[in-house]
């Protein structure tokens, strides 16, 4: 896909779900699953080994390549929220995937900071975040979201701010809250 | 759970948040009196704060980078030998590989903890250095420093380094889990002192110490990682190894050069210990990043007094 094909319509289409149209989303968001997989394929082909990228770093190339130069400032958020959310439901297609294939045992943990921890599959703890997320949304659809954007865009705080329209005071003091939620739940 | 039971919640944390020990306890209690449900809600978010790394800039530290997605090469399994050593179970993974505990295919006695560097990270640039360099680390041996025992390739190429396997337990959970006194503590730090100056004065530097690479079994440390930072790290001015926003440094226990990218010095191990000090004593971390972006990290690092432990 061009960008210059796909601005304009990707422009509408946003515009259309940042005014409460879900139908928008509904058409956007295969669109974003496609170029994301493909980002991501392209990344760990052989043509450029040693050189790949972490989920957020595709959310944002993902941007550049489908936004095209006219894309206004103000949609760069709306669009790095909606990419989030896709990002997140491509990763956790992938770890279902993967669970089922994969060979048993194996204590291995997803590291949160520390290069090294023990524990159980990364996989296992992106099902359980995803879980946790899910169940936030429900009591508390802007937080989860704002955790969303952060943790599977690879948004700033005040990115993030801005796509849920509050201050980013606010935002960080919500961020810690929920993530303190999501860590106990976890 | 509904909103308005979280937003209750949520209030209170917050509020708890910013009150020491005692306070918090009397706030709580205060604020909780009829209501233990709470009290114990807010106290678990508290807790959790506590554990988790407070700084997670974004999914490349919170979840599997896209490298993930592909698997270790089939090669790496249990029951596979690798040089010398026969892989016996994974016993970590973190964004620059993975590591099994091993042991020494001659010797049944001899185990090891065998990091194996993720395929994408293994440009031949890595693997010269990596060879200089585990020739110098092999050489510095000291009771509280996990040796280098070893280090090679694997079928695919691949590097790896054959390190002392130590069957601890990660400095803050053992002090915390042993409620130990003062004097015990300080003991243990000196003996992360005393390895870190050995390495010092073969001018090794360690580059991440945190409580999570000290590891205690029987009273007695062993730091662990020695110059593996460095060796994944890349060289200033050079591009770094490690995936766009993955760092090579623990945010709690970095200094101002480090979260900077300026140049890494002894000075920088001294930081960290510092660092480690603090949470040994206070049994909290110097700093609390709820932040989650870079530019605040290092404006508080750099320019921040961490708070006085009380």
Known sequence: MKSAESAVPVTALL?????????????????LYGQ??????????????GHTLPATALVHEAYLKI???DF????????????????????????????????GGGAVKLSLDEAVQVGREPDEDLLAL??????????????A????????????????????????????????????????RL | MTPERWRQIEALF???????????????AERCGEDPGLRQAVEEMLAAEERAPRVLTDAAAALPAVTHWFPAPESIAAGAEIGDWRLIEPIGRGGMGQVWRAERIADFRQQAALKIIHAHLATPALIERFRAERQMLAALTHPHIAQVLDGGSTAEGLPFVAMEYVPGEPLDRYVRGRKAGVEERLDLFAQVCDAVAAAHRSLIVHRDIKPANILVAGGQTKLLDFGIAKL?????GQAALTLPGERMFTAEYASPEQVCGGAITTASDVYSLGAVLYELLADRRPFDFCTASMSELVRQVSTVDPPPPR
């Not at chain 1, 994301?36 to 080994?49: G, Y």
């Not at chain 1, 865009?153 to 993530?179: D, P, Q």
Request: one cysteine or more.
């Open chain 1, 15 to 31: 515009h259309a779900w940042r005014d409460g149209d879900p139908s928008a989303a509904e058409r956007l968001i295969p669109l």
């Open chain 1, 36 to 49: 994301l997989r493909a980002l991501a394929r392209k990344h760990l082909s052989r043509e450029s080994p």
């Open chain 1, 67 to 69: 936004a095209g130069k």
């Open chain 1, 72 to 103: 206004e400032i103000a949609d760069r958020v709306h669009f790095l929220a909606l990419a989030s959310r896709v990002m997140r439901r491509l990763l956790i297609d992938h770890a279902r995937t993967g669970r089922r294939g994969k060979r």
């Open chain 1, 130 to 143: 995803d879980a946790a997320l899910t169940e936030m949304a429900a009591f508390d659809p802007r937080k």
């Open chain 1, 145 to 184: 979201e704002l955790i969303e954007t952060i943790y599977f865009g690879g948004m700033t705080v005040a990115e993030a701010a801005e796509a849920a329209g509050v201050s980013e005071s606010t935002a960080a003091r919500e961020v810690r809250a929920a993530k303190a939620w999501l860590y106990a």
């Open chain 2, 14 to 28: 917050e509020e708890a948040c910013a009150l020491d020990g005692a306070e918090r306890d009397v706030y709580l």
């Open chain 2, 232 to 236: 994944l790290g890349g060289e200033p």
